[in-house]
């Protein structure tokens, strides 16, 4: 499978992988467009790839959106749960396990 661009705007854009059943989970980057946000969308997308898992990757750059989940940036959620929030980064090995702890 392949990520695909869906389209931009206010939230900065969507990545998708599709399986056949047409069931996405959703990976949410919360972030204004600093370089750590930017380094977070990142990681995000790679261990999406590298786990094959198929997921809608979203970069939420809009203040109200952020503020749904997150004070501190950057944010991870993954099907709707705060995954992490602020700094320090996570290491790409630790993003790709708070994916994972979510795969059905």
């Not at 939420?60 to 991870?76: E, F, N, R």
């Amino acid at each position: 499978m392949e990520i695909k661009v869906l389209g931009s705007g206010v939230c900065g854009g969507a990545w998708r992988r599709r399986n056949v059943e047409g069931k996405d989970m959703e990976v949410k980057v919360l972030g204004p467009g600093c370089p750590n946000c930017k380094k977070m969308m990142d990681m995000a997308l790679q261990a999406v790839s590298d786990l094959g898992v198929d997921a809608t990757v979203d970069y939420v750059q809009d203040m109200a959106g952020i503020m749904k989940y997150v004070m501190t940036t950057p944010g991870l959620v993954v099907d709707g749960k705060v995954k992490h929030a602020g700094r320090p980064l996570p290491s790409q090995e630790k993003v790709k396990q708070m994916i994972r702890e979510e795969m059905p």
